[in-house]
């Protein structure tokens, strides 16, 4: 599928010389699962369960057919610190007959914040989703009240799409929410 050509590092490509996004791997799970925990609670006041989390990142980086996380990382070999992250998932359009990438659990370490992380990161994701094949653009959602991260996405070159997203969340249900039944 689309993901077959994000292996290996990306080189640097701007003023943060010592800066890599590459594709997550095995020991990075640590700190993705930390970086995803500290942005739920972040954005959304949630508390998430680490065993659970570990096991979904697990899933997922095991599992390349269903997304991947990429990861931003700063310095040199023994001195590399992960900065940043972002997971990709699929979702099929039988109108383009290509898959959009979803870009989901952004997080950037609140010391590297407006140093230009997310958008290494957001372009590194674009060049290899145009040269994946079968890869018609990237959507991302956004708390409506999280308008710091908009303008982020806004200044990268994402507009607002005139789609709303509605869900019945099994899992993690909002306070207040009430589901059928």
């Not at 997971?87 to 989901?104: C, P």
Request: with cysteine.
């Amino acid at each position: 599928m689309a993901q077959a050509a994000c292996r290996g590092p990306v080189t640097n490509m701007g003023p943060l010389d010592n800066l890599t996004v590459r594709p997550a791997r095995h020991p990075d799970i640590e700190t993705i699962v930390s970086f995803s925990a500290a942005m739920a609670l972040e954005t959304e006041g949630r508390h998430l369960d680490r065993a659970v989390l570990k096991e979904g990142t697990e899933a997922l980086v095991g599992a390349p057919d269903r997304g991947m996380f990429f990861v931003a990382e700063i310095g040199h070999r023994a001195t590399v610190e992960l900065v940043g992250q972002l997971m990709i998932t699929y979702e099929w359009s039988d109108w383009r007959n290509a898959a959009f990438w979803w870009i989901q659990s952004v997080y950037v370490t609140p010391s590297w914040r407006r140093r230009g992380v997310y958008r290494r990161m957001h372009e590194t994701v674009l060049a290899r989703a145009r040269g994946a094949g079968r890869v018609c653009g990237v959507r991302l959602y956004v708390d409506r009240d999280n308008t710091v991260a908009q303008r982020v996405y806004e200044r990268v070159g994402l507009s607002p799409s005139s789609y709303r997203v509605y869900e019945e969340d099994f899992v993690l249900p909002r306070a207040g929410v009430h589901t059928a039944g």
